[in-house]
């Protein structure tokens, strides 16, 4: 009987399953649910929104902060315009609580109130403005006399104070803008303001959403 030798088996001829093992990244390889996927897309939104909200919280803090400081530095220009103004100024010759006449100086030594002496203040239309009248300086000294006018201190403050205001020479300046409202108080009843010698003021200032108030006093000229 011949002697039958079985051939050699090849490892190549089996098949080999391969059995996953845990922790082989291989089994930990698969697809993403759709549950998953959702909670990712609402994750994301809610980090969008924390963002957004911060970001707008930033913005407005630094408007506000952008604002304070407009505030503090109109107040500060305001009050000191006007402290310069009242101190320098001789006599109030009129006041009311949008208006203060004043008489600056007296420059021709006529102990009369002139044209080109007097200052207007005027808040209106949510501005503290200054008005005077101011000659051009090439004018000859004739030419200043005949546009010259004197005026007593029982004129009328309203023809006073409407001549400055719609002089050709006029010099109009803002000292301020967002003036709400503004007061005047004297040392003495208003039937004698002439003969004040100090002068209060209060003005409430606004720039956006904030509020202040300048407050202050002067000691005219002629009591110093």
């Known amino acids: 009987m011949p002697d039958v030798t079985a051939p050699p088996i090849s490892r190549l001829a089996i098949p080999v399953t391969h059995r996953p093992i845990p922790g082989d990244r291989l ?34 803090g630094s408007n506000r902060q952008t604002d304070l400081r407009a505030l503090v530095v109109r107040h500060k220009t305001i009050s000191t315009r006007l402290g310069v ?72 403050p309203t ?4 001549t400055v205001k719609n002089h050709a020479e006029v010099e109009r300046v803002v000292w301020g803008r967002g003036i709400s409202s503004m007061s005047l108080t004297l040392d003495v009843p208003d039937a004698k303001v002439q003969e004040a010698r100090l002068i209060g003021y209060r003005l409430q200032l606004t720039n956006g959403n904030l509020t202040d108030e300048a407050i202050g006093a002067a000691a005219l000229r002629n009591s110093q």
């Open 27 to 60: 089994c930990s390889a698969r697809g993403v649910t759709l549950v998953e996927l959702m909670l990712a897309v609402a994750v994301t939104g809610v980090v969008g929104l924390a963002s957004g909200a911060l970001l707008s919280a930033v913005h407005a």
């Open 85 to 156: 103004a009242l101190r320098s100024s001789r006599m109030v010759l009129y006041k009311d609580d949008t208006r203060a006449l004043l008489w600056t100086t007296d420059r021709r030594v006529n102990t009369s109130p002139d044209l080109s002496e007097l200052r207007l203040i005027e808040s209106a239309n949510d501005e503290l403005v200054s008005y005077r009248v101011v000659f051009p300086p090439s004018w000859s000294q004739a030419q200043y006399l005949a546009a010259e006018t004197t005026y007593q201190f029982s004129s009328s």
């Open 159 to 162: 023809t006073m104070m409407n």
